[in-house]
């Protein structure tokens, strides 16, 4: 009976008849008992075992409750405490909420790494302000140092703020194709400064060039005017496929960052398209990698810029 107890109404009934019917012998065997009492108990337990094997059947073969079979009266508090979810390996913020966005730009400005969506998949992030961040991006993707990380800002308005010595045909190429899934190889100087790399100057880019993400995404243009310049790469394990939703990166890296920003399920399937803009000025540019922006069309909107400017 007691068993009965912690799994349904109609087991409870099925062991409290049978004790009855149990004791309606006994009763019997002494002639204390009516005998049109034991034939009622009896018919009662062929009732209740007839409705609790159909209901069974039921239940199981269409997988719903069409007949109940009532809930249990005792609960096993081991089991309650058996599904409660584990914690998260690291903090867990939703890009639906400002207080996400300022707790994922908390970590960041406190030297952390976190997992940030963008316009394409998803993104491990440092605050330039904090080189050795950038420096645990290496360690926590087993990234080869001499893979060279990008920048990401909010708009072209904060890059020309900086007024990097970039000529006309580029600026306007980048007009063309930012904010977007584009990221674009240009030459380095003390332009870097002025929008707030700085310490990280060393640490992004090569020695000559670095590349800039201007991600068409509302998410990450607001966490990236809250920090200013962040450090990105994809968000996995070198030579292992992009993440394409917040959960892939908790699973695959959250025991090694500080945070996750989650956003779902990612735009796109596949990085940023890499465009080498070093030689615009001699009337080329070079697609390093394609990703999810077709190498035509960029080709396509440097070929109609290039003639609008001659």
């Known amino acids: 009976m007691l068993i009965g107890a912690y799994v349904n109404v109609v087991l409870l009934l099925l062991t409290l008849v049978m004790e009855v019917i149990v004791v309606c012998f006994l009763l019997s065997t002494l002639g204390r008992l009516p005998y049109q009492l034991e034939i009622a108990m009896l018919a009662i337990f062929s009732l209740i075992c007839l409705y609790g094997t159909l209901a069974s059947l039921a239940n199981s073969i269409f997988r719903k409750e069409l007949l109940p079979l009532g809930p249990p ?46 316009d394409t998949v998803y993104a491990l992030a440092a605050s330039c302000k904090h080189p050795q961040a950038i420096e645990k991006i290496y360690n926590i993707k087993d990234r080869p140092q001499e893979k060279p990380i990008c920048i990401c800002i909010s708009n072209l308005e904060q890059l020309s703020t900086a007024k990097p010595p970039f000529s006309p045909l580029l600026w306007e190429f980048m007009r063309n194709v930012y904010p977007g899934g584009i990221s674009c190889i240009v030459k380095k100087g003390e332009w870097l400064n002025r929008l707030g790399v700085g310490a990280a100057y060393n640490r992004v880019g090569t020695k000559e060039s670095i590349m800039i993400r201007v991600p068409d995404h509302t998410v990450t243009a607001h966490l990236c005017n809250m920090t200013g310049p962040l450090a990105i790469t994809s968000a996995n394990p070198s030579g292992e496929p992009d993440s394409t939703h917040h959960d892939m990166v908790i699973t695959r890296l959250g025991h090694k960052i500080s945070g996750v920003l989650c956003d779902g399920e990612s735009n796109e399937a596949v990085g940023s398209t890499v465009v080498n803009c070093l030689k615009i000025d001699e009337g080329t540019i070079t697609i390093i990698r394609e990703g999810c922006f077709p190498a035509a069309q960029v080709r396509h909107i440097f070929e109609k810029v290039k003639n609008s400017m001659e």
Do not use: N, W
């Open 73 to 118: 009266l005792l609960k096993a508090t081991q089991e309650k405490a058996d599904k409660t979810p584990p914690p998260p390996p690291c903090s867990i913020a939703t890009s639906r909420k400002t207080s996400g966005l300022l707790s994922i730009s908390k970590l960041l400005d406190a030297g952390g790494v976190c997992g940030i969506p963008t």
